[in-house]
């Protein structure tokens, strides 16, 4: 699909107009720091936008208005990508001309805007009623974690591997820093996001170009931010040994975790190679973990890899019987010293190279998808098509893959066990 770049009071504005949904989606992403300071304020604040406004200002009332709109779809929520946090200010509304009503789309705006430069603010202060009730279920969540194994030994695995560094910071925030915010400091927090940010609008859709312009011209966008904010590592980390951690609780299945640093970010031309070796190696159900681990030597009852290329790390999980860990460590260790010398199934990475193109296509026919893929093209700079990006899975060689695995190295080892 065709994008089309414009400015609305220097903001850039992707638009790709299409007439294959019958919706039209609506992106405001706001960039700025992501620090363990604000992770947690910036995680309660999303929370506090999604539930009310000055104008809408209980739950009730956003619902109802949403259900005027058609059963329009406005969420706010943010997430990190190496040092800068995404504060993203989504709507999803049908298009107007499937409902013969042509207020719809200025209607959805504006409520948007109401969303995201009138909330529930009085006095320098969020409504107090409401913000304890977030704080509340935010603590809620957090606490969560530890009652998913899975979760929790992940989080503990980067945690040890990644400590005093900004891969160990939680998206969701800590309870320390989440008892010292009050209603006054999250306002502060809602005052630094919208006036300090680097801001960018996307929108896939059946609308023309004069009407989104039009509409976007009501939003009350502060001057953009020049600021160069960080998304991708590009740090070398030495590995001088690898670390080993084991942690005793009563649980029926042993969760071993076990953190890889890599060579390439999602800005480096190793990035395909890097996901199509994600796939081979454990990202699917005939994978060679998988295969080796869980079928030939049935050892565990789950395994995948996932690459976080950002931060340079790939995880490999697994569900084990903890006296098997040595075993399962040594199967696994295996397997990446094969692909680093080259023994790699040319059939497994024409399967992988199929998945991912498959996933590639299926982009252009998910409206949001779409949107977080122009997304990603304005923070990388490289403006690639969805044929670059499938051209560029398709050339991928085992030659690729096994330079890949060379830069892949294991850090640390976190095993949560019974025994």
């Known amino acids: 699909m065709e994008v089309n770049n414009f400015y609305i009071n220097d903001i850039p504005v992707y638009f790709s107009k299409t007439e294959k949904f019958k919706t039209i989606n609506l992106q ?19 929370r506090l936008l999604n539930n009310s406004t000055k104008k809408y200002n209980t739950k009730k009332k956003i619902v109802n208005k949403l259900f005027d709109l058609y059963d329009a779809n406005v969420s706010v929520f943010s997430y990190p990508s190496y040092k800068t946090s995404l504060t ?3 709507l999803e509304i049908v298009n107007e001309k499937n ?20 909330p529930n603010i009085s006095w320098g202060s969020f ?24 979760r929790y030994s992940i989080k503990k695995l980067i945690q040890n591997m990644c400590q005093g560094e900004i891969s160990s910071v939680s998206s969701l ?50 001057q953009n931010s020049k600021e160069n904010f960080q998304i991708v590592s590009n740090e070398i980390k030495k590995i001088n040994s690898v670390k080993e951690v084991k942690e005793t609780q009563n649980v029926n299945q042993s969760i071993l975790c076990m953190g890889y640093r890599t060579s390439f970010n999602s800005n480096d031309d190793d990035y ?47 569900g084990i019987d903890g006296k098997n860990y040595d075993f399962v460590l040594k199967l696994v260790s295996d397997e990446l010293k094969k692909y ?17 193109i498959n996933d590639l ?59």
């Open 28 to 46: 405001i992403i706001f960039l700025n720091e992501f620090n363990e300071f604000l992770a947690t304020r910036l995680s309660l604040l999303s």
């Open 88 to 90: 993203v200010f989504s």
């Open 99 to 118: 409902i013969n009503d042509k207020t719809l789309i200025n209607e959805a705006f504006l409520f948007l805007k109401e969303v995201i430069f009138n």
């Open 127 to 150: 409504n107090e009623k409401e913000f304890f009730e977030e704080k509340r279920r935010l603590k809620e969540s957090i606490e969560k974690i530890y009652d998913n194994k899975n």
């Open 173 to 222: 925030g800590n309870l320390e820093e989440l008892e010292k915010i009050t209603p006054k400091t999250i306002a502060e927090t809602y005052e630094f996001l919208i006036n300090t940010s680097n801001v960018s609008i996307y929108c896939v859709g059946d609308i023309t170009e004069e009407r989104l312009k039009e509409e976007l011209k009501n939003f009350d966008f502060k």
């Open 272 to 318: 395909f190679a890097g996901l199509v070796f994600s796939e081979m190696f454990g990202g699917l159900y005939t994978s060679d973990l998988f295969r080796v681990v869980r079928e030939e030597n049935s050892l565990a009852y789950s395994i995948v890899s996932q690459m976080i290329p950002d931060v340079k790390i790939m995880i490999v999980n697994a």
């Open 340 to 356: 680093k010398e080259g023994t790699i199934s040319n059939d497994l990475l024409e399967v992988a190279k199929a998945t991912l």
């Open 361 to 419: 296509k299926e982009t252009e026919d998910d409206p949001k998808s779409y949107a977080s893929y122009m997304f990603k093209n304005y923070l990388t700079g490289l403006n690639l098509t969805i044929s670059d990006n499938i051209d560029k899975v398709d050339s991928i060689t085992i030659e690729d893959v096994k330079k890949i695995a060379q830069g892949i190295e294991l850090d640390t080892v976190f095993l949560l066990t019974n025994n």
